[in-house]
């Protein structure tokens, strides 16, 4: 297991976080004493207790679309939502992670 350090932005939550750096929510919570879901603050710093974070990943911005994620990385829309599984493409927001590669 790999412990690394990671800065919560606007939009983050403990679920994504969790997804992206293929470990749990309640991992995430034990690893930096937090009790609850609701204790992650902007700009903390959390230590997560990584699993296998191959690939690259993308921080949605405000403003994006799945469209110029896509264009910027030279992938296609639906091989994003393919990666990210992606339930509702019209919906990304600011602090998401998206898997680009």
């Known amino acids: ?7 919560v932005r606007p939009g983050n939550t403990l679920f994504g976080i969790a997804q992206f750096f293929n470990t ?6 034990m690893f930096n004493n937090l009790k609850t879901t609701s204790d992650l603050r902007i700009g903390q710093v959390l230590t997560i207790p990584a699993g296998s974070t191959d690939g690259e990943f993308y921080v949605v911005r405000p403003g994006d679309t799945l ?4 264009e910027r990385y030279g992938i296609t829309v639906a091989e994003l939502i ?5 339930i509702n493409p019209n919906i990304i927001y600011p602090g998401q992670i998206l898997k680009i590669k």
């Not at 749990?24 to 919570?29: A, M």
């Not at 469209?67 to 896509?70: F, T, V, Y």
């Not at 393919?82 to 992606?86: D, K, R, S």
Request: proline share 0%; net charge negative.
């Open 82 to 86: 393919n990666m990210n599984m992606l």
């Open 67 to 70: 469209w110029n994620i896509a």
């Open 1 to 7: 297991m790999e412990l690394i350090q990671y800065t």
């Open 24 to 29: 749990t929510v309640q991992d995430i919570l």
